[in-house]
């Protein structure tokens, strides 16, 4: 009851099993994320000079823009443009092409700083051994193809399934 002496809708349900469940879940899962952002600060502090910081923190900072600017409407264009072709594609399938760039993305941001760095220090192999940008040439390939086969597959199937006479027709 509150302070009027009236019940309140919130006081009056009684909570279910599954709400107790699910508010022991969310806590779990915050207590976790706290763990492992508190473990990333100690990793970050312990492992970073002072002196890289600010080029960690503009980093960072350039990823946020990047998603904000680019990548975010690239996949809300993208899941436009696929959703206005028709009934030909499924929910499913836009999600496989915008997880596809998503994946993507987040690879070619974290091998840029390697890509740009094989530009500015000296040849030394030792240092960053491979071509990161063949390589991520080759692994968006690899993103490109199997979003590709994935998507083939599930429309297949749901041609499939729409062409079967329900059991009601019968």
Aim: charged share 15%; glycine share 8%.
């Amino acid at each position: 009851m509150n302070t009027a002496g009236v019940k309140t809708a919130s006081a009056a349900l009684p909570r279910t099993d599954d709400e107790r469940r699910m508010r022991v879940a969310r806590r779990a899962l915050i207590l976790i994320g706290s763990a492992g952002l508190l473990f990333g600060l100690f990793i970050l502090f312990d492992s970073v000079r002072v002196t890289r910081l600010p080029g960690l923190a503009l980093w960072v900072g350039a990823a946020i823009v990047l998603h904000d600017a680019v990548l975010a409407p690239l996949v809300f264009l993208c899941g436009i443009l696929l959703r206005r072709a028709g009934r030909r594609v499924t929910g499913t399938i836009v999600l496989v092409v915008q997880g596809a760039i998503v994946v993507g993305s987040i690879m070619t941001l974290i091998v840029v700083p390697a890509i740009v760095a094989q530009g500015i220090t000296p040849n030394n192999p030792s240092i960053l051994p491979h071509d990161y940008g063949r390589n991520l040439a080759l692994f968006w390939l690899g993103v490109a193809l199997v979003a590709t086969f994935w998507s083939i597959a599930l429309y297949a199937r749901s041609r499939r399934a729409n062409q079967r006479p329900s059991s009601r027709q019968s």
